[in-house]
């Protein structure tokens, strides 16, 4: 069964604690991307990953770091330099030279 | 970069009737536009895309318009139901232009009315 998996759905951070987000998908697809989405906003690219073992900062980057070892696995970690960090956590992935992305079911992180 | 503005943001419209939303993009080297559906607390998902070399494509009770010189695209939904409720957004990108991801539009909330 293809797709792509992001967990946990729900994740609770505590002040000044640093949490991975986890996104894997077995597409075979190259390029990996991170969305972060606020309540009634769009979708704003936060890092993306072209290939295994390099990734590019995108719109809003800061308090953000990504890993990129294994074609499957892109997982995002929401640092404590993150202040508002309260938001819908989208990961998606796009087959080779194609533009369709495909997104995974969204992690949901709160605040303690 | 590519700009997309997308409207209405809200839309209400009587279950059967027609429901149609507009977005433009800045960038004329864009030609890919996908169109998502997002149910609430679930991840988009791809329900028609459109390519710069046709200016209409139709799968069912959706269609999508391209009109290159206006720069702008448009979503169609005819005979709507109580499941087309969600948010729909458009994006845009350069295909070839490397996997830097789409340009998104901020959203449409539609809603069907009973």
């Known amino acids: 069964d293809g797709g792509i998996t992001q967990s946990p759905k729900y994740l609770f951070r505590k002040e000044g604690q640093n949490v991975t987000l986890s996104c894997e998908q077995n597409l075979n697809h190259d390029a990996m991307y991170w969305y972060r989405q606020d309540p009634g906003q769009g979708l704003r690219l936060i890092y993306y990953?072209?290939?295994?073992?390099?990734?590019q900062k995108g719109d809003i980057a800061e308090g953000y770091s990504v890993s990129r070892e294994k074609k499957e696995s892109f997982p995002l970690t929401v640092t404590s330099a993150q202040k508002n960090p309260t938001a819908f956590y989208l990961c998606?992935?796009?087959?080779?030279?194609?533009?369709?992305?495909?997104f995974g079911p969204g992690t949901r992180l709160l605040v303690l | 970069g590519e700009n997309v503005e997308q409207h209405p943001s809200t839309l209400s419209v009587q279950e059967g009737d027609s429901a149609v939303i507009k977005c433009t993009y800045s960038d004329s080297a864009s030609n890919y536009f996908p169109w998502y559906k997002q149910e609430l607390g679930k991840g988009p998902q791809l329900i028609i895309d459109i390519r710069s070399n046709v200016g209409e494509k139709k799968d069912q009770r959706i269609a999508v318009t391209l009109n290159k010189t206006a720069k702008h695209f448009s979503l169609h939904i005819t005979e709507t139901q109580p499941e087309d409720s969600a948010v729909y957004f458009c994006a845009a990108s350069y295909s070839g232009g490397g996997a830097d991801g789409l340009t998104f539009g901020k959203g449409t909330h539609l809603i069907i009315q009973p």
């Open positions: 998606a992935s796009s087959p080779p030279l194609g533009e369709t992305q495909y």
């Open positions: 990953s072209q290939i295994v073992n390099d990734f």
